[in-house]
């Protein structure tokens, strides 16, 4: 199998699971939001440390705790993806699937946002435009709800800015996750016991179906980033960007015909106004894609080695 193929199967398993998650969350309950956060945190140190003990890579560790700034952006981003991954459990069972596929169809639009406000960036016409319909989206969304969407604008957010923390550390997935999630294991863990304490917890107590669907939610949590990953290394970008839609569009799906949420004429209007904007943003990443290759200069071949041609 080329490398290609494999990073193809990658992105469609990862964005596959992702897309049907909601369907897991909603076997979690009666578990509360923040009950099956602690849980999915404190497995997720569980089975990455095992995956990592067993691919013998532990001594990372060492080298990343020399490195204050590179732990206080683990921090960081522990935080970011504690804040979306509990708005994403809030949102599914309190039956707002829709509303948080909205979240990550938006979530490219504002990782451009992010880097005009933050890397300081500067964005082509096309790309402006999307902004711009993704706004009016917004408006729309917001007087159909009769509040802002803020579950999918947390959501979008504290996504995007995980991964712009993320793209600045540079750590592999699996550390990377083991540390997010280490970093947040202790206070998960102190919750966990509280509620056992306290007589709610629901941790052994509904079935044993249940009690292992919990503990497989760090397996469900860590496996989709690691073939993502896996995918990333393989595909070009714009091959990954227009797979990473293959999620909401399930999630979606999974809202509107599965879970029965409504969509009224405005929504469905305020959704099309997002698809229009990702269809401007994706069109205009794929072109430019594919002028910067074509502005390349051929590798030179010397001897029967491809040389890669000089500047």
């Known amino acids: 199998m080329t490398s290609l193929r494999l990073g193809y199967l990658y992105g469609l398993g990862a964005y596959l ?9 909603k076997l979690l309950r009666p578990a509360g939001p923040l009950e099956i956060l602690a849980h999915r945190v404190v497995w997720s140190v569980v089975f990455v440390a095992l995956l990592l003990g067993a691919l013998r890579n532990i001594g990372f560790l060492r080298a990343l705790l020399r490195r204050p700034w590179a732990m ?32 990550y169809f938006i979530n490219p639009l504002v990782v451009v946002l992010l880097g005009v406000l933050v890397l300081r960036e500067r964005l082509r016409p096309a790309q402006w435009v999307a902004l711009g319909i ?35 550390l540079g750590l592999p997935p699996a550390e990377g996750l083991f540390v997010e999630s280490a970093v947040l294991a202790l206070p998960a863990l102190a919750y966990l016991v509280w509620l056992a304490a306290a007589g709610d917890s629901t941790f052994g107590h509904v079935s044993a179906g249940h009690t292992a669907l919990l503990v497989l939610a ?34 979606l799906g999974c809202g509107v015909l599965i879970f029965h949420e409504p969509m009224p004429p405005a929504r469905l209007a305020g959704f099309a106004l997002v698809w229009l904007a990702l269809i401007v943003f994706t069109a205009d990443a794929v072109r430019t894609s594919r002028a910067t290759r074509s502005r390349q200069p051929e590798p030179t071949v010397d001897r029967g080695v491809v040389v890669p041609a000089q500047s």
């Open 218 to 251: 760090g397996a469900a949590t860590a496996i989709p980033l690691l073939m993502f990953a896996g995918a990333a290394n393989r595909l070009p970008l714009s091959s990954l960007g227009m797979v990473q839609y293959l999620a909401p569009i399930l999630q």
């Open 134 to 168: 993704g706004a009016s989206a917004v408006v729309v969304l917001t007087v159909d709800y009769g509040r802002l969407p803020w579950l999918a604008l947390t959501l979008a957010f504290s996504f995007a800015g995980y991964g712009l923390v993320k793209k600045r």
């Open 72 to 103: 206080a952006g683990m921090v960081a981003a522990a935080a970011l993806i504690a804040v979306n991954w509990g708005t994403y459990i809030y949102g599914v069972n309190s039956g707002r699937v829709v509303e948080t596929a909205l979240g």
């Open 17 to 25: 699971l992702w897309g049907f998650f909601p369907l897991y969350l």
